[in-house]
């Protein structure tokens, strides 16, 4: 059983940033691959950036590329999402999740490989 709870979200400008944080309970945190995921209001929830249990390997939504980076911190049961340059667009409840389904190098990018979730943070980007 892993439970998850996320912080660092709020309200920012355009072209701001925000670090969101997941930090994770359990002792089997780091065999996890862990994702961010995120729903705008009305909308299906999306993968934004997901990491295997080493860190060797990253994957990310086209629409965050270049902008979010995703990192964990293995012995402090952690992981953050980094964004910069935030647009409106990226306004959304921002979820972490681990899923055992990971390997060395494959992360998983579909909500239903993901076994845990966390109740998710508001982000919100102001134009």
């Known amino acids: 059983q892993v439970q998850l709870v996320e912080s660092g979200g709020g309200l920012v400008q355009a072209g701001g940033s925000l670090r969101l944080s997941c930090a994770a309970s359990g002792r089997t945190f780091s065999s996890y691959a862990m994702g961010w995921f995120r729903q705008a209001s009305g909308k299906e929830r999306e993968f934004v950036a997901a990491?295997?249990?080493?860190?060797?390997?990253?994957n990310y939504a086209d629409s965050v590329k270049g902008r979010f980076a995703i990192s964990r911190d293995n012995a402090k049961n952690t992981v953050y999402l980094q964004m910069n340059s935030l647009k409106p667009d990226d306004t959304a409840v921002y979820y972490c999740?681990?899923?055992?389904?990971?390997?060395?190098?494959?992360?998983?990018?579909?909500?239903?490989?993901?076994?845990?979730w966390g109740q998710g943070t508001q982000v919100t980007v102001s134009s």
């Open positions: 999740a681990a899923s055992s389904r990971g390997t060395g190098y494959y992360v998983p990018i579909r909500s239903v490989d993901y076994d845990y």
């Open positions: 990491i295997t249990w080493s860190s060797y390997n990253t």
